[in-house]
């Protein structure tokens, strides 16, 4: 048995799944809702407090599903209750990061600043001038705006100039020595 796929899924006060035909799953909390079509061939159920997902035969392909569907549920959870945060950090002589209104302005050393608009439901803040935090309910589109951010310029491994995650550990490089 997958061992994540079998944990139900507390729901907590505040927060209401639905879940229609086809597998259509809908959670509403406090935050806001998110709506998601999960596989067909899984079994969800709501047993009191808690959700349950359950596979009807042990093929791979249902292993998979399995606890793939308990995950995606859970996290749409978290999103409603918590919501999910992305830091990034701007590294680098005369990088800065700036937002005005929905449009966050990247200077990157290009010949021209990078703007980038604010996707439906996410919201970036500007902490000083270089670090980046990507908020938002839905895991899967704040962890894809923070990639393309992040793919703007990414991290160097000379200098270590570039976006990155507050997280992320940069392999450096030494440079080259010169012949004697």
């Known amino acids: 048995m997958s061992r994540i796929g079998r944990m139900p899924i507390a729901i907590p006060a505040g927060v209401t799944v639905d879940i229609a035909e ?6 509403k909390g406090p935050k806001g809702t998110l709506e998601r079509v ?4 899984m079994e969800i159920k ?8 359950s596979r009807p035969n042990d ?43 929905k449009k966050l302005t990247l200077t990157l050393g290009y010949s021209h600043p990078v703007e980038m608009e604010d996707p439906e439901g996410i919201e970036t803040v500007v902490e000083g001038q270089n670090v980046i935090i990507v908020k938002g309910i839905n895991k899967e589109k704040v962890g894809q705006f923070a990639a393309e951010i992040r793919d703007k310029r990414r991290p160097e ?18 440079g080259k020595t010169g012949k004697k």
């Open 46 to 53: 709501m047993e009191g407090e808690h959700v349950v997902v």
């Open 59 to 101: 093929l791979k392909k249902m292993k998979s599903l399995h606890g793939l569907t308990r995950t995606l549920i859970n996290n749409m959870v978290i999103g409603v209750t918590q919501g999910y945060e992305k830091k990034l950090e701007v590294n680098g002589v005369g990088y800065r990061a700036a937002k005005s209104g």
């Open 22 to 27: 086809n597998n259509k799953v809908t959670v």
């Open 157 to 174: 491994p000379y200098k270590g100039k570039g976006i990155k995650y507050a997280d992320e550990v940069i392999r450096r490089k030494v």
């Open 38 to 41: 999960l596989p067909a061939e």
